[in-house]
C-alpha cells in the first residue's frame, strides 16, 4: 500500500512519501511476521527534514489550528448571518412602513378626489339652476314688455280713477 499526501501546508513546500510495506511476498501475516517500514521523504525547500515523531505532533498541532480557524471561520459566518437577518429585518420594516404611508396617501387621494367630484357637480347644479333662472328673467322680461302697454293701460288711479299713461 502506497500512499502520498502532503504532511504540512504551510508556507514552505514538503513533500513526503510514506510507503509501508507489509508481507513483501504476498504470503499470509500468520507464516511471515516480516513488517518492512520504507519512509521516503522529499523536500523542495530549505526547511530541515524532520523525524516521523515530530510529524505526527506537527500534525497534531495543524489540526488545532486548523479547527481553531475552523471555529473563528464558523463563528464569522454566524455573525454575518446573524448580521444580514439583521438588515434584512430592518430593510423589511422600512418596506411596511413605506407600504403603509403610501395607502394612507392612496386613502387621502381618494378622499381629495371624492370631495372634489362633488364639488365640482354642485357647482354644476349652481350653474345650470343660474342659466335657468336668466332663462326664465329674460322670457318674463319679453312678455312683460310685450304686454305692458295693455297693463298700464289697466292701472288706474285710485282717487281720480283715471287711467295711467306712460
Avoid at 434584512?88 to 403603509?100: D, G, I, P
Avoid at 314688455?145 to 295711467?164: G, L, N, V
Wanted: charged share 35%; net charge negative; aromatic share 4%.
Amino acid at each position: 500500500m502506497i500512499s502520498s499526501r502532503p504532511l504540512d501546508n504551510s508556507s514552505s513546500s514538503i513533500i513526503r512519501y510514506r510507503s509501508k510495506a507489509n508481507n513483501i511476498n504476498g504470503s499470509d501475516h500468520h507464516h511471515h511476521h516480516r513488517h518492512h517500514h520504507v519512509d521516503l521523504q522529499l523536500s523542495i525547500s530549505l526547511r530541515p527534514i524532520h523525524d516521523i515523531e515530530d510529524d505526527d505532533e506537527d500534525e497534531d498541532e495543524d489540526e488545532d489550528l486548523a479547527a481553531e480557524a475552523a471555529t473563528g471561520c464558523v463563528e464569522a459566518l454566524k455573525w454575518q448571518a446573524a448580521e444580514q437577518i439583521r438588515l434584512a429585518a430592518m430593510e423589511k420594516a422600512y418596506a411596511e412602513r413605506v407600504r403603509e404611508l403610501t395607502r394612507r396617501e392612496m386613502e387621502l387621494a381618494q378622499s381629495e378626489f371624492a370631495r372634489a367630484r362633488h364639488v365640482w357637480e354642485r357647482a354644476r347644479e349652481e350653474v345650470e339652476r343660474a342659466e335657468r333662472m336668466k332663462e326664465r328673467a329674460t322670457t318674463t322680461t319679453t312678455t312683460t314688455t310685450m304686454s305692458s302697454d295693455s297693463t298700464c293701460m289697466e292701472i288706474t288711479c285710485q282717487s281720480c280713477r283715471q287711467r295711467f299713461r306712460p
